[in-house]
């Protein structure tokens, strides 16, 4: 099957096609899915017809119909894609993206490659590899000595933090093993990769970087919210629990406006986090800046739930004013 997708893209009418305007996909299904799949077959079986026409095809990537169509696929998880900087796109890029140890060491090889090369998404070849969770690429691009592991794109996330953020084990495990990253850099709003396991409930990666030297499991991003503030607020109880079974992480800190992880689970009904947080001595009748309890939150949005939670607390003025 890739051998197939590769011949057409590589054919003649394919590589016509014009970049702009991209071609209407239902007008061109085999077009999008060739595009899209070719590599998930070639990595699963890559025969050698088929690597001499990946190659073939990766030449002038960023030239090519399907880079396009490749990455207006994976736009949904970017927040910008210049499409008049395709180009930048190498072969380099996409064997990445794809995962594809064989094509990838191939690619390294040519006198042209660049490595580091940016492309039109803000990202390095590396970052890519991270952001798939692809172990054999991100280890065959870290042993370069011109790569620079802990290199971020323009928002400050560096390829430790997009695998964090999508609950990459072994590639986060890849890149600790490292002397020159940092398991706890910020991005451009001071979330770390902490911030993104604990928010998106990712318990695996979570421990392992908990278990990191120069790691702050309290460290608040730029709106004041700490990591376990952000695993209340996703509902994400395994992390929670390991947060709070540590001794060292506060439940009650407050983000900028003065909420505190406990206003934040009772906001959005998240019964079970607010029993936890109420068991490890988080403030039930904490206000925050503008006078709000928990139990304003819980029932200003309607969880009766987490009210009777709360009432069953002593200290819970129920007749409080803001």
């Known amino acids: 099957m890739a051998e197939t997708c590769l011949s057409y893209l590589n054919s003649h009418q394919v590589r016509a096609l014009s970049i702009s305007p991209s071609p209407d996909s239902q007008r061109t299904p085999f077009l999008e899915y060739s595009s899209l799949y070719w590599g998930t077959h070639a990595k699963r079986d890559l025969s050698e017809c088929a690597k001499s ?22 736009n949904q998880h970017l927040r910008k894609t ?22 990838v060491a191939s690619l390294m090889e040519l006198d042209d490659c660049d490595i580091n090369q940016i492309d039109c998404t803000g990202n390095t070849p590396l ?51 490292r002397s020159d990253v940092n398991p706890d850099k910020p991005d451009c709003c001071h979330r770390t990769p902490l911030h993104c396991a604990a928010e998106y409930g990712h318990e695996a990666v979570a421990k392992v970087l908990l278990g990191q030297d120069g790691v702050d499991p309290n460290r608040p991003d730029m709106y004041g919210r700490t990591p376990l503030y952000r695993a209340a607020w996703g509902g994400q109880e395994g992390v929670v629990e390991m947060l709070l079974g540590r001794g060292d992480v506060s439940p009650d800190k407050p983000e900028n406006r003065g909420q505190t992880p406990l206003h934040c689970a009772s906001k959005y009904g998240r019964e079970s986090v607010v029993k936890m947080l109420l068991e490890h001595g988080a403030n039930p009748d904490k206000p925050d800046k503008l006078g709000q309890t928990p139990l304003h939150c819980a029932t200003e949005f309607g969880h009766e739930g987490v009210v009777k939670t709360l009432l069953r607390w002593d200290d819970v003025n129920p007749h409080k004013t803001r």
Do not use: Q
């Not at 190659?55 to 490749?70: A, E, F, P, T």
């Not at 180009?87 to 594809?100: D, N, R, T």
């Not at 691009?141 to 990459?168: F, I, M, Q, S, W």
């Open 127 to 177: 970052m890519w590899a991270a952001l798939n969770g692809h172990e054999g690429v991100v280890k065959m691009l870290l042993e370069r000595d011109d790569v620079n592991p802990d290199k971020p794109e323009t928002r400050g996330r560096t390829p430790l933090y997009c695998a964090a953020k999508y609950g990459h084990e072994g590639v986060v495990k890849i890149f600790l093993r």
């Open 82 to 103: 210049d499409f008049n900087k395709l180009s930048l796109f190498s072969g380099l890029h996409c064997a990445s993206v794809f995962g594809i140890v064989e094509i």
């Open 53 to 74: 026409l990946a190659l073939k095809l990766l030449n002038d990537y960023g030239n090519h119909i399907s880079s396009k169509v490749l990455l207006e696929r994976h």
